[in-house]
């Protein structure tokens, strides 16, 4: 009995240990992933632009584009 006892105080840590150091080592990659991710989210964020802010330099584009339309009529007319 005793011999027993002493082979699962020896087994019992070593399966234990193991699956504890496994579940804290992936438990702080994966919030260190969800770290990574969220410091993505923010720079891809930078990096595009709004629906606003691109409607109105459109706007800018066609209005520049409309003058020198206008210019090429002017001069194919004169």
């Known amino acids: ?3 027993m006892e ?3 105080d020896i ?3 070593l399966v ?11 438990g702080s990659e994966i919030q260190r992933q ?3 991710l969220n410091k993505t989210r923010e ?3 930078k990096e595009y632009v709004s ?3 691109f409607s109105i330099e459109l706007e800018r584009i066609f209005d520049k584009l409309d003058k020198l ?5 002017k001069l194919i007319t004169d």
């Open 1 to 3: 009995m005793e011999d």
């Open 6 to 8: 002493l082979i699962l």
């Open 11 to 13: 087994i019992i840590p």
């Open 16 to 26: 234990i240990i193991p699956i504890f150091y496994f579940i804290k080592s992936h």
């Open 34 to 36: 969800g770290i990574l």
């Open 43 to 45: 720079e891809i964020a």
């Open 51 to 53: 629906k606003k802010d």
């Open 69 to 73: 339309d206008a210019k090429i009529d």
